[in-house]
């Protein structure tokens, strides 16, 4: 005979769910009343007519189900709402894939300011600096200075002016280029002509613009020999105001004067 959990073991391995005993069974647990009530007897229900499905009306929630509201403080977000100003503005520029580069524009160089005297002594040509923008005076002691170097050199002492000074740049307003090159052209062409007219045996470059847009030189040149394209020998010397000014400079020029003499007395004699 089986007890009672067995029994129930195996009608639940058998998917037994309700049963009834036909005998009172040993050891087992008392009936229920009322699964020993007559059973009704089932009637045939008629199937359910098929009609067009209507849009079904949302379900409402039952009073159980609902739940309680709670309150929650919910951020509205912040709307910038544009007003009208009194400046219309500018629309906006498009935006291009790639733009274009800046063209960066080089600075402008401003001409050099200068003026040079061109005098012949002897068989010398000399292109001399003038501090002023004046023509030489008898009585300047810059022209003196000249006159005393002349002498020592065994040149004359009275050279002779050759035209008006050459003042750069040529004109206050216009279109043309007056840069340092520009200067230097119209300089060493001004000088090629002299020479052709007149050949020299040496050029005197006496002050740095005179070196710069002649020769192409700079002060580093002082006291040295040059050769200058279609000009031929040149000897390179500070400005007259310059010698003045630093007396020493006179014997580095004497020195150098003295290596150089021989080639225009050679001419002379």
Same mark, same amino acid.
């Given at each position: 005979m089986l007890n009672e959990p067995r029994r129930r073991a195996y *009608?639940? &391995?058998?998917? $037994?769910? =309700?049963? *009834? /005993?036909?005998? +009172?069974?040993p050891f087992a647990a008392p009936s229920r009343p009322e699964l020993l009530a007559p059973i009704a007897p089932m009637m045939d229900e008629p199937a359910p007519a098929v009609q067009a499905q209507a849009p079904r009306a949302p379900e409402r929630e039952s009073p159980a189900a609902m739940a309680t509201p709670v309150a929650?403080? $919910? +951020?509205? @977000?912040? #709307? !910038? #709402? %544009?007003? %009208?100003? =009194?400046t219309p503005k500018p629309a906006p520029k /498009?935006?291009?894939e790639e733009d274009a580069?800046?063209? $960066?524009?080089? /600075?402008?160089? @401003? /001409?050099?300011?200068?003026?040079?005297?061109?005098l012949r002594a002897g068989n010398c040509l000399l292109l001399v600096e003038l501090v002023?923008? +004046? %023509?030489?005076?008898?009585? !300047? @002691?810059?022209? *003196?200075?000249?006159k005393d170097m002349l002498r020592a050199a065994g040149l004359p002492d009275s050279p002779q002016i050759i035209g008006e000074p050459v003042r750069w740049p040529l004109l206050v307003r216009g279109q043309m280029d007056q840069g340092p090159d520009a200067a230097r052209d119209f300089v060493q062409g001004f000088l090629y002509a002299r020479v052709e007219e007149q050949p020299c045996v040496c050029l005197?470059? #006496?002050?740095? @613009?005179?070196?710069?847009?002649? &020769?192409? &030189?700079d002060a580093? &040149?002082?006291?040295? +020999?040059?050769? $200058? !394209?279609?000009?031929?020998?040149?000897?390179?010397l500070p400005g007259l105001e310059l010698l003045m000014d630093e007396p020493q400079r006179k014997a580095e020029?004497?020195?150098?004067m003295r290596q150089l003499m021989g080639r225009w007395k050679t001419e002379n004699e």
């Open positions: *009608l639940t &391995a058998m998917q $037994v769910v =309700s049963w *009834l /005993p036909r005998t +009172e069974l929650r403080t $919910v +951020e509205r @977000p912040k #709307i !910038d #709402i %544009p007003r %009208p100003s =009194s /498009p935006v291009q580069a800046p063209v $960066v524009k080089a /600075p402008a160089t @401003p /001409p050099p300011r200068f003026a040079l005297q061109l002023t923008g +004046e %023509p030489f005076q008898s009585r !300047d @002691p810059s022209y *003196l200075l000249l005197w470059l #006496i002050g740095l @613009p005179a070196l710069r847009f002649a &020769a192409e &030189a580093e &040149a002082y006291n040295r +020999e040059l050769q $200058v !394209d279609g000009l031929g020998l040149a000897w390179a020029a004497w020195r150098a």
